[in-house]
């Protein structure tokens, strides 16, 4: 499976921007897709996520401001976030569950918040 994230980038605070996330390449069926990311001498935090049967969960940090969809026949997640502050400043990774511990990774994209 491979794992392919796109659009990321440099906006301005207030600004939105959408990260796809791609996770081809398996023959099981997708479970859980998610977003994390890591800022500058942070843990990396889970930012938002989508289950096939739970529906979506946010942390509090990003609620009314992003938006997570799934494709679950790609299977790709779409990460809309808007209103963006300088503390949404990270690398942002997506995460592809296929369940029974099958988990695959991106490889990050910047997303840098100016103020």
């Known amino acids: 499976v491979q794992v392919v994230e796109s659009g990321g980038g440099l906006v301005q605070a207030g ?11 398996s023959v099981f069926k997708i479970r859980t897709m998610e977003w994390y990311r890591q800022g500058p001498g942070k843990q990396r935090e889970l930012v938002a996520g989508i289950n096939v ?7 509090d940090s990003v609620k009314g401001r992003f938006t997570i969809s799934m494709d679950s026949a790609k299977p790709a997640v779409l990460l ?19 369940g029974w511990a099958r988990e695959f990774w991106g490889q990050g994209t ?6």
Not at 19 to 25: H, I, K, N, P
Not at 84 to 95: E, F, M, R, W
């Open 53 to 59: 049967d739970s529906g979506t969960e946010y942390a």
């Open 110 to 115: 910047q997303v840098t918040v100016s103020s």
């Open 15 to 25: 600004g939105s921007l959408g990260l796809s996330c791609s996770a081809a390449g």
């Open 80 to 98: 809309q976030m808007n209103n963006l502050k300088p503390a949404d400043t990270a690398v942002y990774y997506c995460h592809a569950d296929f």
